[in-house]
């Protein structure tokens, strides 16, 4: 059976050339890149070119790139590493969960801080004026996110980060959607804080970095060694690090070898070819700034779970939204945020694209869905009265 994976938000496969950089990082060069002899500068060497390959993707300083074990803990550290006991943190009510459920932990009596969530549109944009009025004497850390991972959404981090810096508060911005898919300049955005992860720009699971303004005192969360300069305590995973290392050079070459504008035009025939094709259909956030790869299309009078499990039974892997919230029973945050019904959110799948997929997946995907929407809506009694 041929396969189509579509689901690239929610992890992305190792390019080759991405597990050809961090084979010898396995076996042959193996040292500690903490020690000072012969095996540990080898491998010094390698994680300071990976480095310097993140800090270009981002143009900042590499001494500013923190490795971590991914996301989560880049978006956590962000967080618990700026905030202290009776500061106030504004966020959004679209965030990730790593974020969201971070902030949450900071509203508890233990930690002690005030935070708000400020709403989105109905295209699930944050108005930094939202952001701005949100302001408090005690406002320590924003929050907001680059682009969101179920809608694809580019949020205004400038002008966000400009009302951060005229306030002089931190700006954190989770970026692990956009890293790859949109330019990333944090001189531009002026934040103080970012995050990526490797598992969404074709490197593997479980390395990411943030990275960590000049100047800015970030607490530590873990408590050891003076690893990553003394803001992340635990022996490097030099083959992970390598690994994102490559992966963050294919990214930034993909803005001018013309691979993002070839995954923009899978993304834009898929939904074309969808909202032309089917009746009670439409792209959410269809009309705002976007990343190239990411469409959520509602296919009304369907439950979304029963259709990525009808396509996936075909050979085509989508997805209902996050991975992160899947088995979750209420529908997504981020549609309901945005002003989509239950029904809606629970109708919504989320299709995204990656350097693998070719025309041949769309082809593929676009062939069976029809009678797989069909077949479903016949079982639907909605449906049914609906026409």
Request: net charge negative; aromatic share 4%; with cysteine.
């Amino acid at each position: 059976m041929r396969r189509a994976y579509l689901d690239n938000n929610a992890t992305t496969p190792l390019l080759p050339s991405v597990l050809e950089a961090m084979q010898p990082y396995f076996i042959e060069q193996f040292g500690n890149a903490s020690s000072i002899h012969h095996h540990g500068q080898q491998t010094r060497a390698a994680v300071e070119r990976a480095r310097e390959s993140v800090a270009a993707l981002l143009g900042c300083r590499a001494s500013e790139i923190v490795f971590t074990s991914g996301g989560t803990e880049a978006d956590n550290l962000a967080i618990f590493g700026i905030t202290r006991p009776g500061d106030h943190v504004i966020t959004s009510s679209i965030e990730h969960h790593a974020v969201l459920n971070a902030c949450k932990r900071l509203q508890e009596d233990a930690v002690g801080c005030d935070v708000t969530y400020v709403p989105v549109d109905g295209q699930a944009l944050v108005s930094p004026d939202d952001v701005k009025r949100a302001l408090r004497p005690n406002t320590r850390l924003i929050s907001i996110m680059m682009a969101n991972n179920e809608t694809g959404v580019l949020q205004p981090v400038n002008e966000i980060g400009a009302i951060a810096a005229e306030a002089d508060v931190y700006f954190h911005t989770d970026a692990v959607q956009a890293a790859g898919k949109a330019p990333i300049d944090v001189g531009q955005i002026r934040c103080d804080l970012l995050s990526i992860s490797g598992h969404k720009i074709h490197a593997q699971q479980g390395i990411g970095a943030l990275y960590v303004r000049k100047g800015t005192l970030l607490q530590p969360m873990l408590y050891g060694g003076r690893h990553e300069r003394a803001r992340r305590a635990g022996t490097e995973n030099v083959a992970g690090i390598v690994g994102l290392g490559k992966a963050a050079e294919l990214a930034r070459a993909g803005f001018s070898n013309g691979e993002v504008e070839r995954i923009r035009e899978l993304r834009d025939r898929l939904e074309r070819s969808i909202t032309g094709t089917f009746d009670s259909v439409g792209v959410n956030s269809g009309s705002a700034p976007r990343v190239p790869n990411t469409s959520s299309i509602y296919f009304d009078c369907i439950e979304g779970e029963a259709l990525v499990i009808a396509l996936d039974l075909k050979g085509v892997a989508v997805s209902t939204g996050a991975a992160c919230s899947s088995g979750a029973i209420e529908p997504s945050h981020v549609l309901t945020a945005m002003g989509l019904s239950p029904d809606r959110a629970r109708a919504s799948l989320r299709f995204s694209v990656g350097k693998q997929n070719t025309s041949e997946d769309v082809d593929l995907l676009l062939s069976i869905l029809p009678e797989t929407v069909a077949r479903l809506r016949e079982l639907s009694p909605v449906y049914n009265k609906a026409v």
